[in-house]
């Protein structure tokens, strides 16, 4: 015993004069100073210093917006090291596209010196941004700071209280355009006593400008309106008078309407020059369709451009959205040709639509792997009609096949899985008994699928699914969609066994009809919010999903009350010599986005669901329970590892299927802080909690039962850290957690203990999660 402390201790001795050394030999070699040039001086940035008499509300504000406008930008850092300039220098020059080139330009960064530095003219452009934000009386200096050979730049602001906004006065003048930009003045984002911003001003006349589009002014620039301030007023505000600017052209003065539209369904195609028929649909719509393509009634639902009607640029982009939603263009082009009939100005429309090919063929090979160790290759392929029915339907026809075998078991088995689906997709509502409705952003769609799906897994069962569907989509708005699907089919049909499986599967009734042996016929309906899809900038973003799934109520009510069928040997109704699944289960999923600053932002998701079996069914179907845990859900716990309750499964991660590790209750939480370290690097550090419940006692599964009174003592955390490549359209992320508290410990107190430097702890408790995409 004494001899390991000794030896403990040597290595303690060992590693306290090792670390300095490796620290110092790491910073020389990893700054980018040693291998510049004698002259050269690296240019390490630059600090702003306010300095300021008085207390300045927004001061860390003012101290931002200056530091957007210096250039150039340092090499970027880590602590005291560089090592992407070091990356650069290590590299030398290539001479081919190999390794070297690899590591000095798409990793690299060449040395950013001071004679690139034009402090000139970051002076000019720090007073520049004090005027736009207000600071009109503000001044600017600058010293350097040379240490070494390196030299960064102080640049003191001498800030002054800021101005703000005054009166704000209309247009001093009696023409059309005018009065209608004065009649939206009383909605200004100008306000008194705000603080003077060139930004509010800017914003004002794009408002100004999508107002006077929407009264038919279809040639009016925000260019061509013009507040001119005045700083005399005292007090140190800026009142404002709006004018237009002089020399416009004419046609900004006018108000238009539409004038005749013209669809051209078959623009830019091979033989789109030649002569073809035209179809007068109405009074002052006519329709040209060469080759016969579509209906022209389809492409005459999507516009909202109306002859005789004032302008709108909402009836513009509703247009446009409607025509592109339908699927079966390739482009989509509303040109506007202006002339005039008497003392009216019209815009004649020509609708230009640009179809894709009508038949695509598609197909993928892949590799699959899965959280239960088995992998290998897959493939698909799907053929698709893209104007099934000449009136912009989609019809797909898919088909999927693999193969995969277990890795790293103690058993030899695979698993080899076939589907065929078929799905018809029409981009308008289809009601029964005529009814018909439009919807304001994009147009709706109508979806109907089929399919059905066999697995074979040789070490356990066969298994049939047969699935249909009904339903609706549709945007109230470009962040804001809803879904309705009014009939859903699923059957679920157990073949073979392994008699391996027989003693958890055939023996245990219940766990049969909830696995495999069910039958859904019900209703699905969801509602998404994504602040992100709408146009304009934003720091703070929300995303929320609400989804309700209701099944066997018609079916059980029809059977029960109305015909008063008897009951199967189950002791439930059914069909196809089956039993149908009632139940009800809702989920709802809240995000939120908020930007830090250049680079960095913080990601929260709240979920909780609960599932609710009664009437014909005991236990909810298998495949609407929930489970936890893996790359996408509490990271520091395999997938299915997790719950319900405090539930230790008797077998690591959960044997070999984890069937008993689901629930009927969920609730879930995330923070993620979230970094960038270049361009396609990206870190982050998170904190994940949750778990899941059973709603009911089940011997197979104790402590899995909710309890009100304990289940936040039931709750599982974890944390770690993970590095993302993204690419802009790809991204793989790398996540390392660790469990901070697990509920089936049962070690009396609430967190665990955690031994990072204990290589078997590390072993046992350490997780790697390889996923593709952000978790939320």
Same mark, same amino acid.
């Given at each position: 015993?004494?001899?390991?402390?000794?030896?403990?201790?040597?290595?303690?001795?060992?590693?306290?004069?090792?670390?300095?050394?490796?620290?110092?030999?790491?910073?020389?070699?990893?700054?980018?100073?040693?291998?510049?040039?004698?002259?050269?001086?690296?240019?390490?940035?630059?600090?702003?210093?306010?300095?300021?008499?008085? /207390?300045?509300? !927004?001061? @860390?504000?003012? /101290?931002?917006?200056?530091?957007?406008?210096?250039?150039?930008?340092?090499?970027?850092?880590?602590?005291?090291?560089?090592?992407?300039?070091?990356?650069?220098?290590?590299?030398?020059?290539?001479?081919?596209?190999?390794?070297?080139?690899?590591?000095?330009?798409?990793?690299?960064?060449?040395?950013?010196?001071?004679?690139?530095?034009?402090?000139?003219?970051?002076?000019?452009?720090?007073?520049?941004?004090?005027? +736009?934000?207000?600071?009109?009386?503000?001044?600017?200096?600058?010293?350097?700071?040379?240490?070494?050979?390196?030299?960064?730049?102080?640049?003191?602001?001498?800030? /002054?209280?800021?101005?703000?906004?005054?009166?704000?006065?209309?247009?001093?003048?009696?023409?059309?355009?005018?009065?209608?930009? +004065?009649?939206?003045?009383?909605?200004?984002?100008?306000?008194?006593?705000?603080?003077?911003?060139?930004?509010?001003?800017?914003?004002?006349?794009?408002?100004?400008?999508?107002?006077?589009?929407?009264?038919?002014?279809?040639?009016?620039?925000?260019?061509?309106?013009?507040?001119?301030?005045?700083?005399?007023?005292?007090?140190?505000?800026?009142?404002?008078?709006?004018?237009?600017?002089?020399?416009?052209?004419?046609?900004?003065?006018?108000?238009?309407?539409?004038?005749?539209?013209?669809?051209?369904?078959?623009?830019?195609?091979?033989?789109?020059? =030649?002569?073809?028929?035209?179809?007068?649909?109405?009074?002052?719509?006519?329709?040209?369709?060469?080759?016969?393509?579509?209906?022209?009634? %389809?492409?005459? =639902?999507?516009?909202?451009?109306?002859?005789?009607?004032?302008?709108?640029?909402?009836?513009?982009?509703?247009?446009?959205?409607?025509?592109?939603?339908?699927?079966?263009?390739?482009?989509?082009?509303?040109?506007?040709?202006? @002339? =005039? !009939?008497?003392?009216?100005?019209?815009?004649?429309?020509?609708?230009?639509?640009?179809?894709?090919?009508?038949?695509?063929?598609?197909? /993928?090979?892949?590799?699959?792997?899965?959280?239960?160790?088995?992998?290998?290759?897959?493939?698909?392929?799907? $053929?698709?009609?893209?104007?099934?029915?000449?009136?912009?339907?989609?019809?797909?026809?898919?088909?999927?096949?693999?193969?995969?075998?277990?890795?790293? *078991?103690?058993?030899?088995?695979?698993?080899?899985?076939?589907?065929?689906?078929?799905?018809?997709?029409?981009?308008?509502?289809?009601?029964?008994?005529? #009814?018909?409705?439009?919807?304001?952003?994009?147009?709706?769609?109508?979806?109907?699928?089929?399919?059905?799906?066999?697995?074979?897994?040789?070490?356990?069962?066969? $298994?049939?699914?047969?699935?249909?569907?009904?339903?609706?989509?549709?945007?109230?708005?470009?962040?804001? =969609?809803?879904?309705?699907?009014?009939?859903?089919?699923?059957?679920?049909?157990?073949?073979?066994?392994?008699?391996?499986?027989?003693?958890?599967?055939?023996?245990?009734?219940?766990?049969?009809?909830?696995?495999?042996?069910?039958?859904? %016929?019900?209703?699905?309906?969801? #509602?998404?919010?994504?602040?992100?899809?709408?146009?304009?900038?934003?720091?703070?973003? #929300?995303?929320?999903?609400?989804?309700?799934?209701?099944?066997? +109520?018609?079916?059980?009510?029809?059977?029960?009350?109305?015909?008063?069928?008897?009951?199967?040997?189950?002791?439930?109704?059914?069909?196809?010599?089956?039993?149908?699944?009632?139940?009800?289960?809702?989920?709802?999923?809240?995000?939120?986005?908020?930007?830090?600053?250049?680079?960095?932002?913080?990601?929260?998701?709240?979920?909780?669901?609960?599932?609710?079996?009664?009437?014909?069914?005991?236990?909810?179907?298998?495949?609407?329970?929930?489970?936890?845990?893996?790359?996408?859900?509490?990271?520091?716990?395999?997938?299915?590892?997790?719950?319900?309750?405090?539930?230790?499964?008797?077998?690591?991660?959960?044997?070999? &299927?984890?069937?008993?590790?689901?629930?009927?209750?969920?609730?879930?939480?995330?923070?993620?802080?979230?970094?960038?370290?270049?361009?396609?690097?990206? *870190?982050?550090?998170?904190?994940?909690?949750?778990?899941?419940?059973?709603?009911?006692?089940?011997?197979?599964?104790?402590?899995?039962?909710?309890?009100?009174?304990?289940? &936040?003592?039931?709750?599982?955390?974890?944390?770690?850290?993970?590095?993302?490549?993204?690419?802009?359209?790809?991204?793989?992320?790398?996540?390392?957690?660790?469990?901070?508290?697990?509920?089936?410990? +049962?070690?009396?107190?609430?967190?665990?203990?955690?031994?990072?430097?204990?290589?078997?702890?590390?072993?046992?408790?350490?997780?790697?999660?390889?996923?593709?995409? &952000?978790?939320?």
């Amino acid at each position: 015993m004494v001899e390991g402390n000794n030896m403990t201790f040597y290595r303690l001795r060992v590693f306290r004069y090792f670390l300095p050394v490796l620290i110092i030999v790491l910073a020389t070699g990893c700054t980018g100073l040693r291998r510049l040039g004698e002259e050269e001086k690296l240019y390490t940035g630059a600090r702003i210093h306010l300095e300021k008499e008085a /207390e300045i509300e !927004d001061d @860390r504000n003012v /101290e931002r917006e200056l530091e957007r406008v210096l250039r150039p930008s340092p090499n970027a850092s880590f602590l005291f090291f560089r090592p992407r300039l070091w990356m650069y220098q290590v590299a030398g020059e290539p001479t081919g596209r190999g390794l070297r080139y690899w590591m000095r330009e798409r990793i690299g960064e060449s040395p950013v010196l001071f004679e690139e530095v034009s402090v000139e003219r970051n002076l000019r452009l720090i007073d520049n941004r004090l005027y +736009n934000l207000g600071y009109f009386d503000s001044g600017v200096r600058h010293e350097l700071d040379t240490a070494r050979r390196k030299v960064s730049v102080d640049y003191h602001v001498q800030l /002054e209280p800021p101005y703000r906004f005054g009166e704000l006065h209309p247009v001093d003048d009696d023409t059309d355009l005018a009065k209608a930009i +004065n009649n939206h003045l009383d909605e200004s984002l100008i306000e008194p006593g705000e603080l003077y911003t060139l930004e509010v001003l800017r914003r004002e006349r794009q408002r100004i400008e999508k107002a006077l589009k929407e009264e038919g002014f279809f040639y009016f620039h925000p260019d061509h309106i013009l507040f001119q301030a005045d700083s005399t007023a005292g007090e140190r505000s800026v009142d404002l008078y709006t004018t237009i600017k002089r020399d416009i052209p004419a046609t900004a003065f006018r108000r238009y309407s539409i004038g005749d539209v013209y669809i051209n369904a078959d623009y830019m195609s091979r033989n789109s020059g =030649q002569p073809t028929d035209t179809l007068k649909l109405d009074e002052k719509i006519f329709f040209s369709d060469r080759r016969g393509q579509f209906k022209p009634e %389809i492409i005459k =639902q999507s516009l909202f451009l109306y002859p005789d009607s004032i302008y709108r640029l909402e009836d513009h982009s509703r247009s446009i959205n409607h025509l592109m939603s339908l699927g079966t263009f390739q482009f989509v082009n509303i040109r506007f040709v202006p @002339r =005039q !009939d008497g003392d009216r100005h019209l815009l004649d429309a020509r609708v230009l639509l640009t179809p894709m090919q009508r038949r695509s063929l598609s197909a /993928e090979l892949k590799g699959v792997t899965k959280s239960n160790n088995f992998a290998g290759p897959g493939l698909s392929a799907s $053929l698709t009609n893209h104007n099934f029915l000449r009136g912009a339907e989609s019809l797909r026809i898919s088909t999927n096949f693999a193969y995969e075998a277990l890795i790293g *078991g103690q058993r030899t088995a695979s698993a080899t899985e076939f589907g065929l689906d078929a799905s018809l997709r029409f981009p308008r509502f289809l009601f029964p008994f005529g #009814w018909s409705a439009r919807s304001p952003v994009m147009s709706p769609r109508t979806n109907i699928s089929a399919g059905v799906n066999f697995l074979n897994r040789t070490d356990a069962f066969n $298994l049939t699914t047969l699935q249909a569907g009904f339903g609706y989509v549709w945007n109230r708005d470009k962040a804001t =969609q809803f879904r309705v699907q009014p009939v859903v089919f699923n059957l679920f049909s157990l073949g073979n066994v392994d008699e391996d499986m027989e003693g958890v599967i055939v023996d245990g009734s219940v766990l049969r009809q909830g696995l495999f042996e069910q039958f859904i %016929i019900g209703g699905q309906y969801g #509602w998404a919010y994504n602040s992100r899809l709408k146009s304009e900038e934003r720091s703070n973003d #929300w995303y929320i999903q609400l989804n309700l799934d209701v099944s066997g +109520n018609l079916a059980w009510l029809l059977l029960d009350q109305v015909l008063g069928a008897s009951t199967g040997d189950d002791g439930g109704y059914g069909f196809f010599n089956q039993s149908f699944a009632q139940y009800t289960r809702a989920d709802a999923d809240a995000r939120y986005y908020h930007q830090l600053g250049e680079g960095s932002r913080l990601a929260f998701r709240l979920f909780a669901g609960a599932g609710f079996p009664y009437g014909n069914s005991d236990v909810l179907p298998y495949v609407k329970q929930f489970v936890i845990g893996g790359s996408n859900s509490v990271r520091a716990f395999h997938p299915r590892t997790l719950g319900p309750g405090t539930y230790a499964s008797e077998t690591e991660n959960g044997g070999v &299927y984890n069937i008993h590790q689901t629930g009927d209750l969920k609730l879930e939480a995330n923070v993620e802080y979230r970094f960038d370290i270049t361009n396609i690097f990206k *870190g982050a550090f998170f904190v994940d909690a949750g778990n899941i419940w059973r709603l009911k006692e089940d011997e197979e599964v104790p402590g899995g039962e909710f309890d009100s009174g304990r289940f &936040y003592k039931q709750i599982a955390l974890g944390a770690g850290t993970g590095l993302r490549i993204d690419t802009g359209f790809f991204v793989l992320r790398f996540d390392f957690a660790v469990p901070l508290a697990d509920p089936a410990t +049962n070690n009396g107190r609430y967190f665990d203990e955690v031994r990072l430097f204990d290589r078997d702890w590390r072993r046992d408790h350490l997780v790697f999660n390889l996923g593709i995409g &952000y978790p939320f």
